[in-house]
């Protein structure tokens, strides 16, 4: 089973900064294989990038993902009031596995 | 738009089998394009896949719950259902069912559905 770590497990920003958020996989995630998603109190979550780097449908560029093999990137390059939630990284590349989540919240 | 409806009991007792149904909406289930799925989130933790299915009635499971998950799919009630068996406290979670793009994509949540077991 691939197994995926995300880092920080809480990172406090300010509405305007940029946000950097951290997956690693135990191993190499095929064909970049990987997802991310957004989740708010109370929601379900909400698909924002597959493929690694592909945004879903509808969602704004400020949110960009990036990386390949065993270590991905989400990048949200200005925090909007609505971004502060959490994200958690998924693969698909074998089974499926979900990160633990990072919790973005309001400085 | 397409939309997933979860239903079912909110209460299961220990060593019990939790059942329920997702009922899909504005689309059909036997697309080829998509498959089904059932995902889990204990209160105030992470996700967790469960199992997916296709219409033909193909199935997937996750290795750790796959000898007490069935996951079955009706078409013609544009319905798939989740059964999880013997149950403990640990099965506590809010349960989502989900549209999925192979190979793994969740692009369609459901609301989710919260159920709890207890005596």
């Known amino acids: 089973e691939i197994v995926l770590t995300q880092s920080p497990g809480t990172l406090s920003l300010s509405p305007g900064e940029r946000a950097t958020l951290s997956c690693r996989a135990s191993?190499?995630?095929?064909?970049?294989?990987l997802a991310w998603y957004q989740q708010k109190p109370g929601q379900a979550p909400r698909l924002l990038i597959y493929?690694?780097?592909s945004r879903a449908t509808g969602i704004p560029d400020r949110f960009s993902g990036s990386g390949s093999g065993t270590d991905f990137t989400l990048t949200i390059s200005r925090l909007e009031p609505e971004d502060f939630a959490v994200y958690y990284c998924?693969?698909?590349?074998?089974?499926?596995?979900f990160g633990p989540g990072t919790k973005v919240d309001i400085k | 738009q397409l939309q997933l409806q979860e239903s079912g009991p909110g209460l299961v007792k220990p060593s019990e089998t939790l059942s329920l149904t997702c009922t899909v909406s504005?689309?059909?289930?036997?697309?080829?394009?998509?498959?089904w799925g059932w995902i889990r989130q204990p209160p105030g933790k992470g996700l967790e896949w469960i199992g997916s299915?296709?219409?033909?009635?193909?199935?997937y499971y996750n290795p750790s719950l796959k000898s007490r998950v069935t996951i079955s799919v009706d078409t013609s009630k544009n319905q798939f259902s989740l059964k999880l068996s013997s149950v403990t406290a640990a099965d506590t979670a809010v349960y989502y069912c989900?549209?999925?793009?192979?190979?793994?994509?969740?692009?369609?949540w459901g609301q989710g559905t919260l159920v709890t077991v207890s005596s």
């Open positions: 989900a549209r999925l793009r192979p190979p793994g994509v969740v692009i369609r």
């Open positions: 504005g689309g059909s289930i036997s697309s080829s394009s998509y498959y």
């Open positions: 299915i296709y219409y033909s009635g193909s199935t």
């Open positions: 191993q190499s995630v095929s064909s970049s294989y």
């Open positions: 493929g690694a780097s």
């Open positions: 998924q693969q698909y590349g074998s089974s499926l596995t």
